[in-house]
């Protein structure tokens, strides 16, 4: 297994449980709130702030200011100028990338796929599924999500946080099918069948890297 596989995922779609579980299948790290630990202490952020700003989007103005800095490169004082959501996703990003350069692993969602654009070794994935799915299982991991329009509400809301995000940040669009190598809906095969399934890709994919 010489493969770093990323994972964009709808909420409620079990992304981070495939994630996770083809992490323990290959014995390798898989990274999601995980990331955020290790970029509040390599950035010198608190943890708190950087999960306050995960995978949320911000103001379109302040981010193609940004951006456009960004681009182009920034130098200090332009970076202590940012917007404090601005610092945290090229904390980020720089973690990402840090990772990676350690050796395969499994990273769920925060543009990782973006960040290692460079890399000659990432499976790029996203999780989706029909939206029964998601809500029976948005309702069996939130004890506090007791009907269906509760489950929907809080499903859009997350998915419309995450597409802001992957959006404003990437140069490509969440969720559509040529943004990834492979999109898969996991309401037809469960999470154990797609975990398989992505397995059986990986492999495939690495004998013809050989």
């Known amino acids: 297994m010489n493969t770093i596989i990323t994972i964009g995922r709808q909420f409620g779609s079990g992304g981070r449980e495939i994630g996770e579980l083809l992490a323990k299948n290959y014995g390798i790290n898989c990274y999601d709130k995980e990331l955020l630990s290790r970029a509040a202490k390599e950035s010198g952020f608190c943890e708190e702030m950087i999960q306050n700003h995960d995978e949320r989007p911000t103001n379109s103005f302040l981010y193609n200011l940004v951006m456009d800095t960004y681009s182009f490169g920034y130098n200090a004082s332009s970076f202590v100028d940012m917007p404090i959501s601005h610092k945290v996703f090229l904390a980020q990003f720089d973690t990402i990338k840090k990772i990676a350069e350690e050796g395969p692993c499994v990273i769920v969602g925060r543009c990782a796929d973006y960040a290692l654009s460079d890399f000659d070794n990432v499976l790029n994935i996203f999780i989706h599924a029909d939206e029964e799915s998601k809500i029976k299982r948005i309702k069996e991991r939130f004890a506090d999500v007791k009907t269906d329009d509760q489950a929907r509400d809080m499903m859009n809301k997350k998915d419309k946080q995450r597409q802001s995000?992957?959006?404003?940040?990437?140069?490509k669009k969440w969720g559509r099918a040529d943004s990834y190598?492979?999109?898969?809906?996991?309401?037809?095969l469960g999470i154990d069948g797609t975990v398989k399934f992505i397995m059986q890709y990986v492999e495939d994919y690495e004998l013809l890297k050989k």
């Open 165 to 171: 995000y992957y959006n404003y940040y990437s140069s």
């Open 181 to 188: 190598d492979l999109s898969i809906n996991s309401g037809i």
